[in-house]
């Protein structure tokens, strides 16, 4: 029997981040708790970053085209999530190795967990939608309409933080940088997501060149 390579890589990269998100789910709940903080604050704090919310839309991708039937997956099997996942992937890895990586030094489980989420599943994810995803079906108009989750983040993150006084990134502490400042950040990361939303939709699209030759 002929081994699919789509399936193989499918359920590697649901295994993989699955296991990730939980091992960093464990210890960051743990050390959180240990400072003295509170279950749901520190549930609220873990979901409200984008790698851990990009990571989990990631994982349910995989499960959806490892199974079948299963209605409440439709979403997740859809081109342009997958590519919004792509591109908001990139961002992911691509925003951690040049802003935030020399910021800390983490080590042991951590360390294991920060490879995982920022390197080891960004990268099997974009070999996986660009070498078995393409669709040919994505248009370029769809790049804006693939920021949508990623402004509802945004939105939320500004707004926790004008309450709590608590930023997921630097970048995003209106605190310190001012609304003025946070603004311009904001407006260039949507722009690096337009950017990379464009290339996703590239990628799918490159099949129609191949149907045409």
């Not at 099997?124 to 078995?132: D, E, H, K, N, Y």
């Not at 402004?151 to 707004?159: G, T």
């Not at 400042?181 to 990361?189: D, T």
Request: glycine fraction near 6%.
């Amino acid at each position: 029997m002929t081994r699919d390579p789509r399936r193989i890589i499918a359920l590697s990269g649901f295994v993989l981040g699955l296991t990730a998100l939980i091992l960093q789910f464990l210890i960051s709940m743990g050390a959180w708790l240990d400072q003295g903080d509170t279950i749901l604050p520190s549930l609220v704090r873990f979901f409200s970053y984008f790698t851990i919310l990009t990571n989990s839309v990631i994982v349910l991708i995989y499960l959806g085209a490892v199974t079948r039937g299963q209605r409440w997956l439709a979403p997740f099997r859809s081109p342009r999530t997958r590519a919004t996942a792509a591109a908001c992937i990139t961002l992911v890895m691509g925003f951690y190795y040049f802003f935030l990586a020399g910021t800390w030094q983490p080590e042991g489980l951590f360390l294991i967990a920060d490879v995982a989420l920022h390197y080891a599943t960004p990268l099997l994810f974009l070999i996986w939608f660009a070498g078995f995803n393409r669709t040919g079906t994505l248009k370029w108009e769809q790049a804006l309409p693939m920021l949508t989750a990623p402004f509802f983040y945004l939105a939320w993150v500004l707004l926790r933080g004008a309450v709590t006084g608590e930023y997921p990134y630097p970048v995003l502490n209106a605190s310190q940088l001012g609304y003025t400042s946070v603004a311009i950040n904001v407006l260039m990361l949507l722009i690096v997501l337009v950017t990379l939303s464009l290339t996703a939709i590239a990628v799918d699209r490159s099949l129609l060149s191949k149907k045409s030759n």
